[in-house]
């Protein structure tokens, strides 16, 4: 395993360090090699990560039919190469990769995969910061390179709900309203979210429901859901990842965690990484013995 030097380690945010808190579940922790689960190899909040380092940012590997998904990377790459180290995960044999969006504590560890492995398909949301296509690149005559941050020519970019490999769904989104932690006037009562395009992966379980990932949840977290039902058709039984509710009101993030339970029909929660403090209280209130514990080093079965 590589020791990471001073400089890797400067990149710790305080922030993430601040929120990192140790929790535990039963059952979410075993290995289960050759399984079908979800390992969190880069989370600010901490499940069990023994000598993994915890940092503000994302990334989940997954295993799912004999398939290696890494969805999103975090923030540095030396720290998730030390963590997935730590974790004994070979990031060399990711054949498929996922971005949920363009923000550097989800995309800055790609560095890292495509220095050890320059052949997995990047699949990337159709910003056109990275490269995607746009009506005002258009009007300028804009052409970034293919893959832009990465230079990466295995890249494709996501404009819809599109299924990447049997029972692997990429959803789509984004939102016209502005802001990502807009909780200032006018905006102190009722969040705003800016149109980032934004993907969300979803997988089919063996009882034909859907285990849905979101990166932060800019689109909002409940219109994901709603999406990924009304796309697939299919009930969503449990929901990871960050759901970007720390700067609003405990009264709104009851009205959606609510309306996840009792309207959205999701059965299981899983939030972490941007969702908050209150805000993942809020979620293990309502959702009690449905709520999973989740963070650095927890591995969620499928």
């Known amino acids: 395993m590589k020791k990471l030097g001073r400089r890797e380690f400067i990149g710790l945010s305080a922030a993430g360090l601040a929120l990192a808190g ?15 689960q979800i390992l969190n190899l880069y989370n600010n909040i901490v499940y069990e990560s023994g000598d993994a380092i915890p940092d503000w940012g994302f990334s989940a590997y997954i295993t799912y039919n004999g398939k290696t998904i890494l969805f999103d990377a975090g923030t540095f790459p030396g720290i998730l190469e030390h963590n997935a180290g730590v974790f004994g995960t070979d990031l060399a044999s990711v054949e498929t990769a996922v971005l949920s969006h363009n923000h550097g504590d ?13 052949d997995f398909k990047l699949f990337l949301p159709n910003d056109s910061s990275l490269g995607g296509t746009s009506e005002l690149n258009a009007a300028m005559d804009k052409k970034l390179t293919r893959g832009y941050l990465f230079r990466h020519s295995n890249t494709q970019f996501v404009k819809e709900h599109t299924e990447i490999a ?6 789509a989104t984004s ?42 949840s800019h689109s909002k977290i409940e219109e994901i859901v709603k999406e990924t039902k009304q796309h697939l058709k299919k009930e969503v039984n449990l929901v990871i990842g960050g759901f970007h509710h720390s700067p609003y009101s405990s009264e709104y993030v009851t009205s959606i ?12 929660i899983a939030c972490s990484h941007c969702t908050g403090e209150e805000a993942v209280k809020i979620f293990q209130d309502i959702y ?15």
């Open 166 to 171: 049997k029972g692997v769904y990429l959803i």
């Open 106 to 118: 989800h995309i800055g560890g790609f560095d890292y995969l495509l220095k050890i492995n320059p």
């Open 175 to 216: 939102s016209p309203l502005s802001g990502g932690f807009s909780k200032y006037p006018p905006y102190e009562d009722e969040p705003r979210f800016w149109g980032l395009p934004e993907l969300s992966l979803a997988l089919e379980n063996e009882d034909g429901q859907v285990t849905l990932i979101s990166g932060c």
């Open 288 to 302: 009690k013995g449905n709520f999973r514990n989740s963070g650095l080093g927890s591995r969620l079965p499928l």
């Open 22 to 36: 140790r929790v535990k579940s039963e059952g979410l922790n075993e290995k289960n090699e050759g399984k079908n």
């Open 257 to 268: 965690a609510k309306m996840m339970k009792d309207e959205l029909g999701v059965e299981k």
